[in-house]
DNA sequence: CGAACACTTGACAGCCCTCAACGTGAGTGG
DNA sequence: CCACTCACGTTGAGGGCTGTCAAGTGTTCG
């Protein structure tokens, strides 16, 4: 692999925030805001550290977890980037969403007791596992949690929405750069210059386009100086102009 | 010049199932399942009865809520059709939902604190009202409760997600009738034969179509002796191949 | 009865998908 | 070190689905 260090440095920073340990939970998980809450039991909060499974590392390849597995635990992603996708009987790829790290993947098993889709690392991949009946038995005696968990699979129905809108190409694809690039920066990474972790494909099958209009949609986006993308790697130069056009996806 | 009462007798029938009373919960509500839940604490099944608000009549362009109001409640639909949606600032409407008796309004605004999007009765609507902050309380002491909200939420992340993959305009409507017919079967109504609730226009921005698509593939759909429409009114004559169309889209 | 609205129908165009070919880089084996 | 292979990505040509525009019909309501 050891290539691209000359247009860009490699940074394997922009795939593990910080990490956490026995008794703190990652700065940027999304269980994070658990920790800050108002009088919380000292105990209940080293009962929450205990749960926490720590597996890993996936290779880029490697399934997380398959359609139709039993569902046992949510996770949070710790390092890498998880890709959840279903294959249509026709055989065609769907991918529902990219996972960075912080956060939630499972969420959208819990009805059905199966997970109702796959999950691959696409790079190496470190996750936080919780047993959810145990989290769920916990969330009973932590209000805050409880809330937590409420407000994340909240979160996911609003952002399932977003994309679903009948968006122009340009559109989806500015919205899915300004996705990513605030979704990296709130975890302390940069917010217009970053790897790519998925392929051209994934990105189609994400945004409901032909690879081939991916393809030229960024091209037409360099050609018009709102970034510069090198293969996987993309710089972003007018992110005003992107986030413009991304603006009625995103609801601004 | 009432008419359409020879080819289809009107029931108001489908805008309302069983109804419930102080100590029991309609049968056809989502929460009802909480009540089949085994050794549960009696008193606490009384305290989520007392918790319940009967809200209305709202008539039909009556609002319910608005974006942006602040979010203290969910609600079950107890009677009529509610559309959920949102304006963007071009001014293009995009529903997000129509909810029949039964299901639950509110759970995408748990996050934020506020409503993200706009309700809408289309009929005569009655609701349940559940104070959201009181029933996250009642949830730390009823894990049927809890567990219950926990799969609400999560089935309508992956209900968000269905209709977002780019599907022809047959297979949408195929998908969407096929939808309504088995919601509706679910609460004891005819499966084959029931009356639209919303507009054209309204079915249009929920599958993301022109109104005229919708007019044309309905009309198509009648010819090829699907099914037979006349004006809100609708009776599907061969659901094997309505079902067929929407396969891929529901994933079966 | 008139007006507003919902719905339908037709003509046309545009966006994006499909199909096809080519270019490029990474890994492999000689 | 080089040729080969394969997956990924890019580029071009053409066509189909569906949106847009426009006009017409039917219904409801004042």
Known sequence: MAVNQVA?????????ADDGDALHFCSTCAFSQVCLAEGMDKAALTDLHVLVEHVGPFHAGEHLFREGDPFEAIAAVRAGTVKTYVIDREGREHVLGFHLPGEIIGLNAID????????????TVMLCRFSFPKIAVLATRL???????????????GRAALLAGDWSAD??????????????????????????????????NYLRLAPETVSRVLRRFQQDGLLRVDRREVELLDREAIAALAAPVLRE
């Open 8 to 16: 860009f440095p490699r940074t394997d920073a922009h795939t593990l």
């Open 112 to 123: 059905s007791e199966h997970y109702p889709c796959n999950a691959v690392a696409l790079d």
């Open 143 to 157: 209000p805050g949690l409880q809330r937590q968990l409420f407000r994340l699979l909240s979160r996911d129905i």
């Open 171 to 204: 559109q989806r694809m500015a919205a899915f750069l300004v996705g990513l690039s605030r979704r990296l920066a709130a975890r302390g990474f940069s917010p217009s210059r970053f790897q790519l972790t998925m392929a051209r494909t994934d990105i189609a």
